[in-house]
């Protein structure tokens, strides 16, 4: 056998034990963490635990927290600007409904899926609806202001533009129309445009009105009850505010074609036909629940929502169609004059 290598005398040998002496044990006690690091340690942890807690509370309640700050609804009534006087008050209300949207919260329906603004479902309903129904009236106004069978251009291009397509860029075009509007009240206060007033005007207006009405009474009806649920579905959600929209378009138009007509205001009778009306217009606008709710028969403790928009559109319509006929009857000056002086002309 051969013999087996031995290792090299440094590994043969026994360790030694190191016995340090009291300077060895001085230096080791100094060798220690420092207070302040040991504190500033603890603090950069505290200041790490602060900010991994502000991120998860922030995707917790911050998104839901923008979503609330998004809703912004505007129902404020419009007060068009004494400086900038409008020769066509309907447009200018039109207008100034447009910039509020556009200025304002912005257009829920072109913002991206991520973004809070996306998610709502009530600001989407009241901003197609009042687009919706800017579009039907300045079609209706088109109409009543051709020359030779032909539409007024601006009018009915103001009319294409305000009605909402669907996966298209609404702001730029609610902008165009904006300034079709504006042209066309250029063009009127130039006498270049045909002016759209008087009785007839306004009975067609109102009959306008009326049929929104009548489609928000009969959409909210089809839901009531259905499911009885607090708060109501989206689709409820959606109607009801779709409603206020119509409502709120038809009141300040109401309000600025009444205060264009100084002849028609000027009967005591009439005007008070036309307060009652707007009158039930602005019940139906001025609806804003904090949660909308649609109950079935059986509740009693929560109001159905829907079915309080929905009788005050019923009314607005009947109001509405009232007056139309009224103003649109060849003796309408007789009619006015045999008004019961003891009718009510005011909400209950």
């Not at 109409?143 to 702001?171: I, K, Q, T, Y």
Request: charged share 20%.
């Amino acid at each position: 056998m051969t013999d087996q290598p031995s290792l090299p005398i440094r590994y043969e040998t026994r360790p030694t034990a190191i016995v340090y002496g009291d300077g060895e044990i001085h230096e080791l006690v100094m060798a220690e963490p420092s207070p302040v690091m040991v504190g500033a340690s603890n603090l950069w942890r505290r200041i790490k635990t602060t900010i991994k807690t502000g991120i998860v509370l922030s995707m917790v309640f911050g998104y839901p927290a923008l979503m609330v700050k998004a809703h912004q609804i505007d129902d404020t009534p419009v007060a068009l600007e004494v400086g900038l006087p409008w020769s066509a008050p309907e447009a200018g209300v039109s207008v100034t409904l447009i910039a509020r949207e556009v200025r304002g919260t912005g257009w829920a329906a072109d913002r991206a899926d991520w973004r809070p603004q996306a998610q709502l479902v009530a600001l989407p309903a009241w901003q197609s609806a009042l687009a919706s129904a800017l579009s039907d009236h300045a079609a209706l106004s088109a109409s009543l202001a051709a020359r030779g069978g032909v539409a007024d251009p601006d009018l009915d291009m103001a009319a294409r533009l305000l009605r909402p397509v669907a996966d298209e860029p609404m702001e730029p075009r609610l902008t165009a129309a904006a300034e079709a509007l504006s042209r066309y009240d250029g063009r009127k206060e130039r006498d270049l445009a045909a002016t759209v007033n008087g009785h007839g005007a306004l009975a067609a207006e109102l009959r306008l009105f009326a049929d929104w009405a009548e489609a928000s009474s009969i959409d909210l009806e089809s839901r009531m009850g259905a499911a009885e649920s607090w708060p109501a579905s989206k689709d409820d959600v959606s109607s009801f505010y779709a409603a206020k929209a119509r409502a709120h378009v038809a009141h300040e138009i109401l309000n600025a074609s009444a205060r264009a007509e100084p002849k028609l205001m000027a009967q005591a009778a009439l005007r008070a036909e036309v307060r009652r009306v707007q009158a039930h217009w602005r019940r139906a606008a001025t609806q804003s629940p904090l949660f909308v709710y649609n109950g079935g028969d059986a509740s009693f403790l929560l109001a159905n929502h829907l079915t309080g928009m929905a009788f005050v559109m019923s009314e607005a319509a009947t109001a509405s169609r009232e007056l139309a006929d009224l103003l649109e009857d060849a003796h309408s000056e007789v009619y006015v004059a045999e008004l019961s002086i003891g009718r009510d002309s005011t909400l209950p």
